[in-house]
């Protein structure tokens, strides 16, 4: 495996692998990878010659009350991983380098980012956007594949991505759980053990919720407002968001259908986690 | 010379000739051509094995009480022109397949677009920079050409493609001109008799500031006063601004230097005229 730090250097491994005739996938990653981040990458060498993994904790998409600072890096033992899952090149560049001074141009998809998780974190998305654009002009990919864990990211992505025309094919893979259902996440290693279990509710309300459906249930709202009570009798959480909504166009989903998504935001203590299951289906 | 005006076919060529190993330089327009547009696609035609010149009027960057209905329109005599130049592409898509339903993706440079022509005009060159991000995906040019006419637009695209890494190379056409001296522009079909001859005073006022220069001023505030106190006394003119800038970070340019540019924008009748040169050199 190759590991590229410069953006022109990256730029022209893309150009020879292309004119190679060679199709890229992109995995792109902020690091301090688990199980979740290792099936992406199997995910992506199933469909594609060669696999590009970037490693960027990107500035750009933390708000300054945000973990940017504290955020875990561990690039030794990530490189080792990303190594053995037949990765072709792992990209890390530097925030000087994606950001040099004078940078001053945002990707802003509108709508889908002011909503949910746009709501406590204004220009995060602005910066996911901007950064994955950025990405995939240096990458070049065919593919990129996407974790359903951040389900609204992967829908402003893909809302770029069409609106942008770009040739970039969006996977989005499955959301990778710990045994007992937590849904993989660097931030959960902010976790005190007594946090660790009761981080559990998260994963216990979407299957209260998609039990509910199984049941019967239609009613989004009425979803919503079980699973809310449910958190919130678990104690000691902070619920920043739950709702039902369309899949693609986030927009509140009154009567379930094929494409609704249950997803929710809490914190537990200091540490913010999201979660999401299809309800139907 | 193909005519393709779907967007999935303009891509499908592009990949068969990137694969093919030709170089593409595309030449972005708004159509009812001028010699200014043809001496771009000569340009190109040196540059390039494979020409595509783009012709969409593009609704995103026109404001609600701008020129969009009433813009020229000649698309038979356009096609013939861009025929005779050797171009291997006119595209021409429609504003329906390029701003579908729900569009709602923006490509925003900050700080280069809130000054000049973006103080009159707001929104506008987000409409710029957006419809060339989809040209590019598009047409994946290796190079394009554009007019230093809108040398603000230059600035904000060669900013942009910086910013997001874009591989394509931006190449700057000096501006074409009439006989007298008149910048060629599509909004030159607007002016009647007498606002033609009115329209005169843009070019003999850069000319002025250029004379000052050689003789040896270097105050750009100075400059900028004597140009404006000539447009003025040519009477019966509207002034939106004249500028000494640099041409590449747009800042105010209190010092002239090899870079700093003389930049107007005057609205004779109804029609808002824009010019521009640089003051040394």
């Known amino acids: 495996m190759e590991i590229i730090d410069s953006p022109r250097a990256m730029t022209a491994w893309s150009d020879r692998t292309r004119a190679a005739g060679r199709t890229i996938c992109l995995v792109p990653t902020m690091g301090f990878l688990h199980d979740g981040h290792l099936a992406l990458m199997r995910r992506a060498r199933e469909m594609a010659g060669k696999v590009v993994v970037s490693l960027f904790v990107n500035p750009m998409q933390f708000g300054p009350a945000e973990d940017l600072a504290r955020y875990p890096r561990a690039f030794e033992r990530d490189a080792e991983l990303v190594g053995a899952e037949g990765v072709a090149v792992l990209f890390a560049p530097t925030a000087e380098e994606m950001y040099p001074a004078g940078f001053q141009t945002?990707?802003?998809?509108?709508?889908?980012?002011?909503?949910?998780?746009?709501?406590s974190r204004p220009g995060h998305f602005d910066g996911v956007t901007t950064v994955v654009a950025k990405l995939f002009h240096l990458v070049k990919p065919h593919l990129a594949v996407f974790g359903q864990k951040d389900?609204?990211?992967?829908?402003?992505?893909?809302?770029?991505?069409?609106?942008?025309?770009?040739?970039?094919?969006?996977?989005?893979?499955?959301?990778?759980?710990?045994?007992?259902?937590?849904?993989?996440?660097?931030?959960?290693?902010?976790?005190?053990?007594?946090?660790?279990?009761?981080?559990?509710?998260?994963?216990?309300?979407?299957?209260?919720?998609?039990?509910?459906?199984?049941?019967?249930?239609?009613?989004?709202?009425?979803?919503?407002?079980?699973?809310?009570?449910?958190?919130?009798?678990?104690g000691d959480v902070d619920i920043d968001y739950v709702?039902?909504?369309?899949?693609?166009?986030?927009?509140?989903?009154?009567?379930?259908?094929?494409?609704?998504?249950?997803?929710?935001?809490?914190?537990?203590?200091?540490?913010?986690?999201?979660?999401?299951?299809?309800?139907a289906g």
């Open 151 to 234: 389900f609204q990211q992967l829908a402003i992505i893909k809302k770029m991505v069409i609106d942008l025309n770009w040739d970039v094919g969006i996977i989005a893979h499955p959301i990778v759980r710990e045994r007992d259902g937590l849904a993989m996440s660097s931030r959960n290693s902010y976790l005190e053990p007594a946090e660790r279990r009761k981080a559990l509710c998260l994963y216990n309300s979407l299957q209260l919720g998609r039990k509910m459906v199984a049941g019967g249930e239609r009613d989004g709202h009425r979803v919503r407002e079980e699973v809310q009570q449910y958190i919130v009798s678990c």
């Open 243 to 279: 709702a039902v909504v369309d899949a693609e166009t986030l927009a509140d989903c009154r009567t379930i259908n094929d494409r609704s998504l249950l997803a929710l935001a809490v914190k537990i203590g200091r540490t913010r986690l999201i979660d999401n299951t299809l309800l």
């Open 106 to 119: 945002r990707v802003v998809v509108s709508g889908l980012t002011d909503t949910l998780c746009g709501l």
